[in-house]
C-alpha cells in the first residue's frame, strides 16, 4: 500500500512541475508578444512622424528598416505569430510611401522645409522639429489646434469641456484648456470644477482616479451634467501613444456626450507631434557665432593684404563684415515670404520635376539678393563714408556671404540630422564656394563680367541646389566643377553691352485730334493738387496719348505705360516703378544694381516680411511699398502726367493699387490718365473724355491739306482702309501712304495722284513684299538644295520646333540643326539662335508671308504645285504625330492636308474632327461649322467602305455644334429641328451618344418636358449606356419629376440615387454629370442642409474642368442659396461678387445683368442694416445703373425684363430714402419700357413690378388700375 501511494506520490509531483513549466512558457510567451507590439507601435509612429513631415523618405526608410530587424526575430522564435500579419501590413505601407515619397519636391530636396524657418514671425517654423520648448508639450498642442479646427468646421453648438490625459500629465491638460478657452464656442472646466461636481453628487476621490484613468462610468457623465447644467458635454482625452527617445506621438480624442447616454454620440481623433531638437540648439547658436567670426576674421586678413586698406577703418570694415553677414542670412526671410505672395511655394507633394523651378529661384535669392541688398546701400548712401568701404571690397564681402549661405545650410542639415556626426563632410564644398564668391564679386568690384562669372552664377545655384538635396555626389561634382571655373577664371574674355535709341513722335496730327475732344476740360488736369484719374475714351491710343501731351506740355512730366499681359501680376506696377523719371540711362554695373534696388521698397520691407499663409495680407503690404516707392520716384516733381493705354490687359494687383492709391493725400499734381475703350469700373474718375472717331470727312481732309494728296487718291485709300479695318486712325494713313510713295505706287504734280496701272490694294505693302521677294527668290537660285527644307519650314509657320521640322524633312536633329545653321548664315532668312521657347523662327513675318507667295501656299489646291503638296502633308504627319492630344496646331494640320490633295481626305477629315471639336471647347461654334461643312464637301469625293460612318459622325458633329452654340449664346433652337434629331437618334450610328446630354439640356431649357420625356425613352432603348450617361439621364428624368409632374419627393429620390451613383467617380464624363446634379440638387432643395456642400463641391469640379459658364451657373446657385440663409453675410457678397466676375469673363450678358442686380440687393440689405456707412448705398445703385445703360445695346428679352427689375429695386431705394422726385421719375420711365414691351406673363416678375408702383407718395402718376392695364 506504502508503495503504491510512493508512486502516486511521484506521479503527482511529475504533473504538478508539467503544468508549472507549462504555464510559465505560456506567461513568457505572452510578455514577449506585448514586448513585440509595443516595438510594431514605437517603429509605427515614424510612419506618422514622416506623414506629418509631407514625405519625409528618410524616415520612412529609417521605419523600414527596424521593421525587417523585428521581423526576421520574430520569425526566428515564432515563424507562425499573428504580429508578422501586421508588420507586413505596415511594411506595405511605409513602402508605398517610400515610392511615392523617392520622386516628391520634399523628398528630392529635403532641406526645402527650411527655406523660410524665420522663428521670430513663426513659432512652428521648423515644422515637426522642436528647438525652443518642450517637445511633448507642442506635440500635445499640435494635435489639440487640430482638434479644435476639426470642431469649428463640424460643431455649431457650444460645448462644455473637461480633461484627461494617459499617462496622467496635468501640464498637458492645463496647456490644452487654454487653447480651448481661446474660443467662445468651448466652456472649459479646470480641475477644481470637475473635483466639485464629484462631490456635489456624492462621488468620491476613487471615483475621480477612476475617471482621471478613462474608467468612464454613467454616475461620472451624470453628476457632470447635472453640475454643469449642459446638455452638450466634450471630453478630451490626451493620449501619448509609443515613440521613439526625443520623439513625441499624441492622439487628441474628442468625445461628445449628450446626458442619459453612456457611449458618446461622436468622436473626434486628431494626432500631434514633435521632434527633440533642444540639445541642439546652443551648439547651432554657437555654430552660427563661429561662422560670423571666421567670417569676419578672414575678412579682415584679406583686408588687410589690400592696397586699399585703411588702418583707421578697421572696426568701420569689421562692422561692415558683420552687417554683410547678417545680411546674408536675413535676407531671405524678408524677400521668400513677399515672393510667396507672388508665386506659392509648390506643396511638399509635388513632383520634383514640376517644382524644381522654385528651389532654382530661392537658389539665386539666397545667393545674388545680399550682394544686391549690400550694393543697393552703397548707392543709397552715396555721401557715407561708412558705406562707401564697400566700394572695392566686394570679394571679401562674397567671402562673408558664402559663410552667411552655409551657416544656414548647416544650421539646416544639423536639425533634419539630428546630429553633426556628418558635417565634417562639408569642408572642402565649403572652401571651393567661398573662393568662387570671392572671384564673383572681386569681377562686381572691377565691373567686368567675364564668362567665367556667368559659370560661377550657374554652378553656385547647382551646388546650392546640390546641398539642399543632400545628393552627396552632385555636391561633390559640383563642387569639383566650381574649383576647375575657379582656375580657369583668368582666361575668360568680357561681355559687350549694347544701347537702344529712344522712339519720336509726330505732334503735327494734334490739330486733327482735338476738335473731336467733345469735353473739353483737359485745362482742370493742371490745376489743384492730389491724385486724380482720368478716362480718355478712344479707339487710338496713339492719337490719345499725343493730344494729351500736347495739351499739357507746359511743365509737366510724362510717363508712358502700356500694359501687356493680364495674367502678369503687378504688370503696371514693375513698369512704372522701373521708370527712370529723369530720362537718363546708364548701363554700368552699378547702375543696374541701382535699377534693382529702387525697385526695392526699403522702408517697407519688413511689412512684406508678414505671415504668407494670409496671402490677402501680405498683397496689401505689398502694394503699400510700392506706393511709398512710387512717391520716393517722383522726389520734387511738381506735375506729373502717366498715360496708362493697353487697359485690357490690365492685371488684377496693378488695379487693386490704383485704388490704394487714389486715397493718398500729396501736395503733388499727379494724373493718372487712361487711354483706351474700356472704361474700368470702381476707380471713381474725376473726369470722362471722350475723343470721337473720325469721319470719313475728316481723315479725306487730312490727306489732302497735311499729306498733300489729290480727292480722288485721298477718297480711295480711306474707301480702302474703312473695308479692311474696323476703326481707321490718323497713324494708320501716316503708314500707308509713306508705303505707297517707296512702291511709286503715286507721284507728285503739285499734288499725289495714284498711278493709273496701280491699284491701292495690289501696293499698300508691295515695296517691302517685292523686295523682300526679289532677295528670297536670288537666295533660292544661289542655294536651290536649300528650297524643299525652306517649303517644309514655311508649312510649319512663324516659328517651329526642330524635332517637327526633322521629322517632315526626314533629316536627323544634328542635320536639321546644321541646314537652319547654313541657311541662316547664308541667306538670313532663318534666325539661327532658339527663341526663348527653344523654338526655331523666320527672321520676321513678312518673310514667312513673302515664302508663301513665292511657293504658292495660299493658293487654291489646283495651283499648288506637287512637290509643295508632298511639302503640306508631311509637315502635317510631323506635326500630329508631335502633338498627339489637344493642339493648338489642329487649325493648321487642317489646313495642310487641305492642300495636300483629295488622295489624302482620310487624313483631311480626320484632322477637320478634331479641329471642330477644338473650336467647341474655345466656344468659336461658327468656325467649327464651317470646318464641318467643308468636312461634308469633301466627303462628296470620298470613296472608302466607311463613307457612310464619317457621314454619320460628321453629320452628328454638325448637330452637337448648333446645339452648343445655342447654348453658349443664349439662342433658341426650333422645336421642330430638335425634334427631328431627336427621332433620329437612333439612326446616328456608333456617334450618337454624343447628342444625349445636348439634346436632354435643350429640351429641359425650352421647358420641353413632353419632347424630353419622349426623348429619354428613345436613348433607354439602347442597352449599351456608360454609366456616366445613365445618370444623366436619370437626372433630366428628376426634372421632368420636379418641374413637369410637381412631384418634388420623386424627384429628390432620383437624384440622391444619382448622387450615390457618381460619388466614387473621378472621370470627367462622370465629374461634369456630378456637379450638374449637384447644382439641380441645391437650387431645388436649397433647405437641405447638404445642398451647400453640394454647391461648393460642384464649384470645385466645375474649376476643375474649366467650365466657365458652368462655374458661373454654380456661383449663382450658391449665391441664391446664400442669400436665401443670409442676404447680408460677407459670403453672400463675395460669392455674388465671384458670379458677377466669372459672367463678365464670359461676356455673359444675361448673367452680368442678374448678378449686378443681385449685388445691388445685397448692397442695399447691407445699408439697411447699418446706415453708418454711405459706400453700401452707393454700390447699390451703381450696379442698377450699370445695368439699366445696357439698354442702349441690342439684348435679348430675358435681359430686358431684368433690367426692369432694376428700376423697380432703385424705386425700392427711393421710397426707403423718401425720394419722391428720384421715384416719380424711374416709375415714368419703367411704365414706358413695360408698356412697349411684350406681355410679361410670369407672375413672379409682375408681382416685383406692381409691388415697386405701389408707394406712400401723394403724387403718385400711376393708379392700380394703369398698372393693371399693361399687364393685361
Not at 422 to 451: R, V
Not at 527 to 552: M, V
Not at 599 to 612: E, G, H, T
Not at 795 to 809: E, H, I, P, R
Request: with cysteine.
Amino acid at each position: 500500500m506504502r508503495i503504491i501511494e510512493f508512486k502516486l506520490s511521484k506521479t503527482l509531483t511529475i504533473f504538478y512541475l508539467f503544468l508549472s513549466l507549462l504555464f510559465s512558457n505560456m506567461a513568457l510567451s505572452s510578455e514577449k508578444n506585448t514586448n513585440y507590439i509595443n516595438e510594431l507601435n514605437t517603429i509605427e509612429s515614424y510612419y506618422w512622424i514622416a506623414l506629418e513631415e509631407k514625405g519625409n523618405h528618410k524616415l520612412f526608410s529609417k521605419a523600414l528598416n527596424k521593421l525587417n530587424a523585428l521581423e526576421n526575430k520574430i520569425k526566428k522564435i515564432t515563424p507562425a505569430s499573428s504580429i508578422l500579419l501586421k508588420i507586413r501590413g505596415l511594411k506595405e505601407d511605409i513602402r508605398q510611401q517610400l515610392d511615392m515619397s523617392s520622386d516628391t519636391f520634399f523628398g528630392i530636396f529635403p532641406l526645402s522645409r527650411f527655406f523660410n524657418n524665420n522663428f521670430l514671425t513663426n513659432s512652428i517654423a521648423f515644422g515637426t522639429y522642436e528647438l525652443f520648448d518642450d517637445y511633448n508639450v507642442m506635440s500635445s498642442n499640435q494635435g489639440v489646434e487640430n482638434l479644435l479646427k476639426t470642431l469649428k468646421e463640424k460643431e455649431r453648438k457650444q460645448l462644455d469641456v473637461i480633461f484627461i490625459s494617459n499617462p496622467l500629465d496635468y501640464a498637458l491638460e492645463n496647456e490644452a484648456l487654454y487653447l480651448f478657452n481661446q474660443s467662445p464656442q468651448f466652456f472649459v472646466h479646470n480641475q477644481k470644477e470637475v473635483n466639485d461636481a464629484f462631490v456635489k453628487n456624492n462621488l468620491n476621490e476613487n471615483d475621480i482616479s477612476d475617471f482621471k484613468s478613462g474608467n468612464l462610468n454613467e454616475k461620472h457623465l451624470q453628476s457632470f451634467f447635472k453640475s454643469f447644467d449642459t446638455n452638450d458635454l466634450l471630453l478630451v482625452n490626451i493620449e501619448k501613444n509609443p515613440s521613439f527617445l526625443k520623439d513625441a506621438f499624441y492622439v487628441i480624442k474628442g468625445s461628445y456626450f449628450k446626458p442619459d447616454q453612456l457611449k458618446p454620440i461622436k468622436i473626434y481623433r486628431n494626432m500631434g507631434f514633435s521632434r527633440d531638437r533642444t540639445n541642439l540648439l546652443n551648439p547651432i547658436i554657437l555654430l552660427n557665432f563661429s561662422f560670423l567670426l571666421v567670417a569676419i576674421i578672414l575678412g579682415f586678413i584679406l583686408y588687410r593684404k589690400k592696397t586699399n586698406y585703411n588702418p583707421d577703418k578697421n572696426l568701420q570694415f569689421l562692422s561692415i563684415l558683420s552687417l554683410s553677414f547678417i545680411i546674408s542670412r536675413l535676407s531671405p526671410y524678408i524677400v521668400i515670404p513677399g515672393l510667396n505672395s507672388i508665386i506659392s511655394m509648390p506643396p511638399p507633394e509635388t513632383l520634383a520635376i514640376l517644382s524644381f523651378w522654385y528651389v532654382i529661384i530661392i537658389s539665386i535669392i539666397f545667393l545674388f539678393l545680399p550682394f544686391i541688398f549690400i550694393h543697393g546701400l552703397k548707392l543709397k548712401f552715396k555721401k557715407s563714408d561708412y558705406f562707401q568701404l564697400i566700394f572695392s571690397n566686394s570679394g571679401i564681402i562674397g567671402i562673408v556671404f558664402s559663410f552667411g549661405i552655409i551657416s544656414w545650410f548647416m544650421t539646416s542639415f544639423v536639425i533634419y540630422e539630428g546630429s553633426f556626426q556628418n558635417a565634417t563632410q562639408f569642408i572642402i564644398p565649403i572652401i571651393i564656394f567661398s573662393l568662387n564668391f570671392y572671384e564673383f564679386g572681386k569681377n562686381i568690384d572691377k565691373s567686368e563680367i567675364k564668362l567665367s562669372t556667368y559659370f560661377i552664377v550657374l554652378l553656385s545655384i547647382l551646388f546650392f541646389m546640390s546641398l539642399v538635396s543632400l545628393n552627396y555626389t552632385y555636391i561633390y561634382i559640383t563642387s569639383f566643377l566650381l574649383l576647375v571655373n575657379y582656375a580657369l577664371s583668368k582666361l575668360m574674355f568680357n561681355k559687350n553691352q549694347s544701347s537702344f535709341s529712344s522712339n519720336k513722335t509726330n505732334n503735327k496730327l494734334i490739330k486733327w485730334i482735338h476738335p473731336h475732344l467733345k469735353k473739353e476740360n483737359l485745362l482742370k488736369i493742371k490745376k489743384n493738387t492730389g491724385i486724380k484719374f482720368t478716362f480718355l475714351k478712344t479707339i487710338d491710343e496713339t492719337s490719345g496719348r499725343l493730344l494729351i501731351k500736347q495739351s499739357l506740355k507746359d511743365n509737366f512730366l510724362f510717363v508712358e505705360i502700356e500694359c501687356h499681359n493680364e495674367n502678369s501680376s503687378f504688370d503696371l506696377i514693375n513698369q512704372l516703378l522701373e521708370k527712370k523719371f529723369d530720362g537718363t540711362t546708364n548701363q554700368s554695373i552699378e547702375d543696374t544694381i541701382d535699377s534693382i534696388t529702387n525697385f526695392i521698397p526699403f522702408s517697407s520691407l519688413l511689412n512684406m516680411a508678414a505671415n504668407q499663409s494670409n496671402q490677402e495680407t501680405s498683397l496689401d503690404h505689398i502694394l503699400e511699398a510700392a506706393s511709398l516707392e512710387f512717391f520716393e520716384k517722383l522726389n520734387n516733381q511738381k506735375n506729373v502726367c502717366i498715360l496708362i493705354s493697353g487697359l485690357n490687359y490690365l492685371d488684377k494687383e496693378s488695379f487693386k493699387w490704383l485704388h490704394q492709391i487714389k486715397n493718398y493725400n500729396t501736395n503733388l499734381n499727379i494724373n493718372f490718365i487712361f487711354i483706351g475703350t474700356k472704361l474700368l469700373s470702381n476707380l471713381n474718375f474725376n473726369n470722362t473724355l471722350t475723343l470721337e472717331d473720325l469721319v470719313p470727312e475728316d481723315l479725306i481732309n487730312f490727306l489732302k491739306q497735311e499729306l498733300n494728296s489729290d480727292p480722288i487718291l485721298a477718297e480711295k485709300i480711306i474707301e480702302y482702309l474703312n473695308e479692311t479695318d474696323d476703326k481707321t486712325t490718323l497713324n494708320d494713313i501716316e503708314l500707308i501712304f509713306q508705303n505707297l510713295k517707296r512702291s511709286n505706287s503715286i507721284y507728285l504734280d503739285t499734288k499725289w495722284h495714284l498711278d493709273i496701272n496701280k491699284k491701292i490694294e495690289d501696293n499698300i505693302l508691295k515695296d517691302e513684299m517685292i523686295s523682300l521677294e526679289n532677295i528670297i527668290n536670288e537666295s533660292l537660285q544661289n542655294f536651290p538644295e536649300y528650297k524643299t527644307f525652306l517649303i517644309i519650314s514655311a508649312c510649319l509657320g512663324y516659328q517651329f520646333n526642330l524635332k517637327v521640322l526633322s521629322d517632315a524633312t526626314g533629316l536627323s536633329l544634328i542635320e536639321t540643326a546644321k541646314t537652319i545653321e547654313d541657311i541662316s548664315i547664308k541667306t538670313g532668312i532663318i534666325e539661327n539662335t532658339p527663341n526663348a521657347n527653344n523654338k526655331i523662327k523666320f527672321r520676321n513675318r513678312s518673310t514667312l508671308v513673302t515664302l508663301n507667295s513665292i511657293f504658292s501656299l495660299n493658293e487654291t489646291l489646283d495651283n499648288i504645285p506637287l512637290i509643295q503638296r508632298t511639302c503640306c502633308f508631311n509637315a502635317a504627319i510631323a506635326i500630329k504625330n508631335y502633338h498627339k492630344g489637344y493642339s493648338n496646331q489642329n487649325e493648321r494640320i487642317f489646313n495642310l492636308f487641305e492642300k495636300s490633295g483629295t488622295n489624302n481626305l482620310t487624313y483631311t477629315l480626320d484632322a477637320g474632327l478634331k479641329l471642330s471639336s477644338n473650336l467647341c471647347v474655345l466656344n468659336q461654334f461658327d468656325k467649327a461649322n464651317i470646318i464641318i461643312e467643308k468636312c461634308l464637301n469633301y466627303l462628296k469625293h470620298y470613296n472608302s467602305v466607311n463613307k457612310n460612318d464619317l457621314f454619320n459622325q460628321l453629320l452628328i458633329e454638325k448637330y452637337f455644334i448648333e446645339l452648343e452654340k445655342s447654348f453658349y449664346n443664349g439662342t433658341i433652337i426650333e422645336k421642330e429641328y430638335l425634334s427631328n434629331i431627336a427621332e433620329k437618334w437612333l439612326e446616328y450610328g456608333n456617334y450618337k451618344n454624343k447628342l444625349i446630354y445636348p439634346i436632354m439640356r435643350t429640351l429641359y431649357n425650352l421647358r420641353d418636358y413632353k419632347g424630353l420625356k419622349s426623348f429619354i425613352k428613345i436613348v433607354k432603348k439602347d442597352p449599351e449606356l456608360d454609366k456616366w450617361l445613365v445618370c444623366d439621364i436619370e437626372h433630366y428624368t428628376a426634372l421632368i419629376e420636379i418641374q413637369f409632374h410637381k412631384k418634388l419627393d420623386k424627384g429628390k429620390l432620383l437624384l440622391s440615387k444619382c448622387i450615390k451613383s457618381l460619388l466614387n467617380e473621378n472621370d470627367n464624363q462622370f465629374l461634369s454629370v456630378k456637379s450638374r446634379v449637384f447644382t439641380t440638387f441645391a437650387n431645388h432643395f436649397s433647405s437641405d442642409k447638404k445642398s451647400k456642400d453640394y454647391i461648393n463641391e460642384s464649384i470645385e469640379i466645375k474649376k476643375q474642368l474649366s467650365d466657365k459658364p458652368g462655374l458661373a451657373r454654380s456661383y449663382g446657385s450658391l449665391s441664391r442659396l446664400l442669400f436665401t440663409e443670409n442676404p447680408i453675410s460677407n459670403e453672400t457678397l463675395e460669392a455674388t461678387k465671384q458670379w458677377f466676375i466669372i459672367n463678365e469673363e464670359n461676356k455673359d450678358i444675361f448673367g452680368i445683368i442678374f448678378s449686378r442686380n443681385f449685388l445691388g440687393k445685397i448692397y442695399f440689405n447691407i445699408h439697411k442694416t447699418n446706415q453708418s456707412k454711405v459706400n453700401n448705398l452707393k454700390n447699390s445703385k451703381q450696379q442698377y445703373n450699370e445695368n439699366i445703360r445696357l439698354l442702349n445695346n441690342k439684348i435679348d428679352q430675358g435681359s430686358q425684363i431684368q433690367i426692369f427689375t432694376s428700376f423697380a429695386d432703385l424705386m425700392e431705394i427711393a421710397k426707403f430714402e423718401k425720394d419722391e422726385n428720384t421715384f416719380l421719375d424711374l416709375s415714368s420711365k419703367l411704365y414706358n419700357l413695360l408698356k412697349d414691351f411684350e406681355k410679361i406673363e410670369n407672375k413672379f416678375f409682375i408681382d416685383i413690378f406692381k409691388n415697386a408702383f405701389s408707394s406712400k407718395f401723394k403724387n403718385t402718376p400711376y393708379s392700380k388700375q394703369n398698372i393693371k392695364e399693361i399687364f393685361n
